[in-house]
């Protein structure tokens, strides 16, 4: 490999991959190879197989140092993006909390050493057993989801004893601009308290009024996968009088801060994001600690897939379908939300990319799309080493056994070295759980 280059130098080509849709310390040789964490992508495919989840420490570790200095302490982590023992213990590492949806993401952090009071439980259908867990333990806050889960904190209040620290969500009535299955802050929603109907404030009542609870906020996401800040000005401007009565010392406005996927797309920062957030506060008058818990914004940038290229099929004047070694498996996003992704060659990154092939994985279902009408170099062949940037964020997280596929591996890569921070499942571990 020659000398390394700092990939900013291509900035401005259209053809090759943006830098931004590459982690922040990838490096391309002269001869077009690219090197993430000091590590040649090539070689990591070679050493660990593929696919490979491929993930830049120093990139996960920025985003959560501009999420704790643009938000101070009570930023969270949303740990549902991208979530194992190393991934929860970075976040710990960095001083983030970690927002949790289960009783499993909960466990996950827990075994990789991160305190039980760094944790906020959130979930519409928290079991017994989950609030259970966050009493016992002395989860830091239990985000409270429905008037049924206010009874069963203080059932299992009465029996266990402890003071839960509870956050009413509150459903404010935005549309965020993004996919439908992602919008969480409209009024016909599954999650939280209308604001409008009058729900959060009769849950704000009952929380007060609990013997067993202490109320230390307001919660509020809107969705994710969000470009347009105005639609957090918007919930801020709809919550603003809710909070200022209520007299809380905490608001929490969610994740949600969308990120570049495509060549094309741009987004705010985190720290662009905070200021938004903070300073719509401040214009309604709300002292409230403004708080957050991003997900994506963390996890998808620092995050590559690497598959191998199988079959390629030419349908003269049709399309070209070019298979690789995983799919809806490993990243259902496209299948879900019609989501877009680039696909390059690591070992030419800065190729031209004018054919035009769509990526499919090796799943037996004709939407097992990885990228549609993908534009690739020229030279990718069978045996390639494809990469699709930006799967940081629910591409593991999400990932399934769908055809008895085993999930990937997952590798973090800093300073040269690389290192297994999630095996390769096996043959073995399909029928591990079988009778
Ligand atoms: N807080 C709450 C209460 C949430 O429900 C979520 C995401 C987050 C924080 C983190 O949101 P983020 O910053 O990552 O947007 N599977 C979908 C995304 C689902 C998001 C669910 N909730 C996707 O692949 O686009």
């Not at 199988?310 to 996003?333: C, E, F, L, Q």
């Not at 300073?415 to 043959?427: N, P």
Request: hydrophobic residues 40%; charged residues 25%; glycine residues 12%.
């Amino acid at each position: 490999m020659t000398d390394a280059v700092d990939y900013r130098r291509y900035i401005g080509s259209n053809s090759a991959v943006r830098r931004y849709l590459l982690p922040d310390t990838s490096t391309v040789s002269e001869d077009g190879r690219l090197s993430v964490g000091g590590c040649d992508v090539v070689e990591l495919a070679e050493r660990y197989g593929t696919p490979l989840f491929v993930y830049d420490e120093q990139h996960l570790r920025n985003r959560c140092h501009e999420a704790l200095a643009a938000f101070g302490d009570g930023v969270a982590y949303g740990a549902k993006a991208f979530l194992c023992k190393a991934m929860a213990r970075l976040v710990n590492e960095e001083g983030l909390h970690l927002d949790v949806a289960t009783g499993g993401e909960a466990y996950v952090a827990m075994m990789a050493g991160v305190p039980p009071n760094r944790l906020v439980l959130h979930g519409n259908n928290k079991s017994d057993e989950e609030i259970g867990t966050a009493l016992h333990a002395g989860f830091g806050r239990i985000v409270v989801d429905s008037f049924a889960e206010l009874d069963r904190i203080e059932r299992v209040a009465a029996d266990l004893g402890g003071t839960p620290r509870v956050m009413i969500r509150v459903t404010p009535g935005v549309e965020a601009h993004t996919h439908e299955y992602v919008m969480t802050g409209q009024v016909d929603s599954k999650f939280g308290f209308g604001l409008a109907s009058g729900a959060a404030a009769e849950a704000l009542r009952r929380a007060k009024d609990s013997p067993v609870m202490e109320l230390v906020g307001i919660h509020a996401h809107i969705g994710s996968q969000i470009f347009l800040l105005h639609s957090y000005a918007k919930a801020v401007e709809l919550l603003a009088s809710f909070v200022n009565d209520a007299g809380v010392g905490e608001l929490c406005l969610g994740g949600g801060l969308g990120v570049p996927y495509v060549e094309g797309e741009d987004s705010p920062s985190i720290t662009d994001w905070a200021a938004l957030l903070k300073q719509a506060c401040a214009d309604h008058g709300i002292t409230a600690r403004v708080t957050a818990e991003p997900g994506r914004a963390i996890a998808a940038g620092a995050g590559m897939t690497l598959y191998r290229a199988g079959t390629v099929k030419d349908i003269p004047g049709v399309r070209t379908y070019v298979s690789v070694d995983g799919g809806m498996s490993d990243n259902p996003r496209p299948v879900l939300y019609g989501s877009g992704y680039e696909a390059f060659l690591p070992r030419l990154t800065l190729a031209e990319r004018p054919r035009v092939v769509t990526v499919v994985g090796k799943h037996c279902e004709s939407g097992d799309v990885v990228v549609r009408d993908a534009r690739v170099p020229q030279e990718l062949e069978a045996g390639d080493v494809l990469c699709t940037p930006v799967t940081g964020a629910y591409g593991h997280s999400m990932a399934s056994n769908y055809n008895k596929v085993p999930r990937p591996a997952v590798v973090f890569v800093r300073g040269g070295a690389s290192r297994i921070v999630v095996r390769r499942e096996t043959y073995e571990d399909l029928i591990r759980l079988d009778e």
